[in-house]
């Protein structure tokens, strides 16, 4: 019985005062490609321009990617690597003969010229890099 009226007084605060249901979210989808191909395995990130809020991430897998998003003007980063073959006789430090390169263009991550307006609901970027 203690149970039952201790949830309906923590209902009823939430209620009146009105819970946080989080921050609104919109889907985002689309085709990543690097040099005319998908890119095979990398990272997406939908960031406020300002940094007023965290970032929006995704993974991107044979040049797709789908999403949540908070709605809004965003700076778009995209980062992949792949792995090169280390010169001949030479080690990681622990051992490997390869080790991963990013291959995307810093205009791209770091020093991204990218955006997306982000409106609520269904969102498609597509974005098509360039060497």
């Known amino acids: ?3 039952l009226l201790l949830s309906l007084a923590v209902s009823g ?3 009146a005062i009105g ?3 989080g921050p609104t979210m919109a889907t985002v989808t689309g085709n990543v490609t690097f040099d005319g191909k998908p890119i095979p395995d990398g990272d997406i990130t939908f960031s406020d321009p300002e940094n007023k809020v965290a970032p929006d991430g995704g993974k991107i897998k044979n040049g797709v990617y789908t999403m949540s998003v908070r709605p809004g003007k965003k700076k778009v980063d995209i980062r992949a690597s792949k792995l090169e073959k280390l010169p001949a006789g030479q080690k990681g430090a622990m051992g490997e003969t390869e080790m991963p390169v990013d291959y995307i263009p810093g205009k791209y991550n770091q ?3 990218l955006t ?3 409106a609520t ?3 498609k970027f597509d974005f ?4």
């Open 116 to 118: 997306a307006d982000v």
């Open 13 to 15: 605060v939430c209620f």
């Open 19 to 21: 819970c946080d249901k």
């Open 128 to 131: 098509t890099l360039t060497p």
């Open 111 to 113: 020093k991204s010229e």
């Open 121 to 123: 609901g269904a969102n």
């Open 1 to 3: 019985m203690r149970l």
